[in-house]
C-alpha cells in the first residue's frame, strides 16, 4: 500500500536528510587507498549515534532475507552494485576502486534512504564517466518525479538516458517507497514506460535508486544473502534520494 506522509512528517524527513546527506559525505571523506570498508562501518555508526539518530539498516530483515543485515551502511566495491556488508570479509580499498556507500537512517521514528558512489584516488575514464552518469540518471529520474506524473515516467527517464550510453540497467533492483519503513510500496524500477505504473502524489516519499553496470542487466546474489554483483563482474555505480513528491518541483529530502 502506497502511503502518504503529512506536511509535518516530511519536516522530520528533511530534518532527517540534511543529517544522512552530512554523514554521507563525512564517510566519503574517509575513503583513501588502504581504508578498511570495517573503518567506514565504524565511522558511519558513531557519526549516526553522535546525532542520537538509528541506522535504519542495522538488524532490518527484507522481505525474503534469510537473516537481519548485520551493518548500518551498506558499501559496495567495483563489482558489487549493492548491499554490500562492510564488516563481514572487510575490504581494503585500492587506488582505482569505486565504492558505493549506502545508508538508511531514521530520526524521530522516520527513515531517509540515500547512497552516493566515490572513487578512491585516480580513476579510469570509463569509471569515473559511470559515475558521472549515474549521478545525472538520477537527476533526470527525480526532474520527472512530479504529482500526476507515473512511476513509469521515472523508469523512462532513466532508461532513455543510461541505455544509449551503453550501460546496463540492474535487472530486479529498483527503487521503493520509504518513510515509515526502509522499504513500502511502490516499487520505483530503473526503467518503464511513460504515463504507466502508479499515479505520482503530493505527499509519496520515495528513494530513486538507478544503478548503472558497464556491462550487463544481470545481477548475481552472493553466499552472504545480501550483496548483488553483476553477472560479468562489470564494474557498477549506485546513486540515491529519498524524495518527497508535490504538486510542483520534488523536494530532494537527502541533501
Ligand atoms: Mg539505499
Ligand atoms: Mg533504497
Known amino acids: 500500500m502506497v502511503t502518504i506522509k503529512t506536511p509535518e512528517e516530511i519536516d522530520i524527513l528533511k530534518e532527517g536528510g540534511v543529517r544522512h546527506a552530512y554523514i554521507l559525505t563525512e564517510v566519503a571523506k574517509k575513503i583513501v587507498a588502504g581504508i578498511s570498508t570495517n573503518e567506514l562501518e565504524d565511522f558511519a555508526r558513531q557519526l549516526v549515534k553522535e546525532k542520537q539518530d538509528i541506522p535504519a539498516f542495522l538488524n532490518y530483515t527484507p522481505r525474503g532475507a534469510r537473516r537481519p543485515y548485520p551493518s548500518a551502511l551498506c558499501v559496495s566495491v567495483n563489482n558489487e552494485i549493492v548491499h554490500g556488508i562492510p564488516n563481514e570479509n572487510a575490504l581494503i580499498l585500492q587506488e582505482g576502486d569505486i565504492v558505493s556507500l549506502d545508508l538508511g537512517l531514521t530520526h524521530k521514528g522516520l527513515i531517509t534512504d540515500s547512497a552516493i558512489t566515490v572513487g578512491v584516488g585516480k580513476l579510469t575514464p570509463k569509471n569515473k564517466k559511470l559515475i558521472e552518469h549515474c549521478r545525472e540518471a538520477l537527476a533526470l529520474g527525480i526532474k520527472v518525479a512530479k504529482g500526476g506524473n507515473h512511476i513509469g515516467d521515472i523508469g523512462f527517464a532513466i532508461e532513455s538516458f543510461a541505455r544509449p550510453l551503453g550501460y546496463g540497467i540492474c535487472s530486479g533492483l529498483a527503487g521503493h517507497g520509504v518513510g515509515y519503513k526502509v522499504h513500502e ?18 505527499g509519496m516519499v520515495i528513494a530513486l535508486e538507478p544503478m548503472l553496470t558497464l556491462g550487463t542487466d544481470k545481477i548475481v546474489l552472493s553466499d552472504d544473502g545480501y550483496t548483488y554483483k553483476t553477472a560479468d563482474g562489470s564494474n557498477a555505480a549506485h546513486f540515491e534520494h529519498t524524495i518527497a513528491i508535490t504538486d510542483g518541483e520534488p523536494v530532494i529530502l537527502t541533501k
Open 185 to 202: 510500496d511502490p516499487f520505483v524500477p530503473n526503467e518503464g514506460r511513460r504515463g504507466e505504473g502508479e499515479l505520482l502524489r503530493p
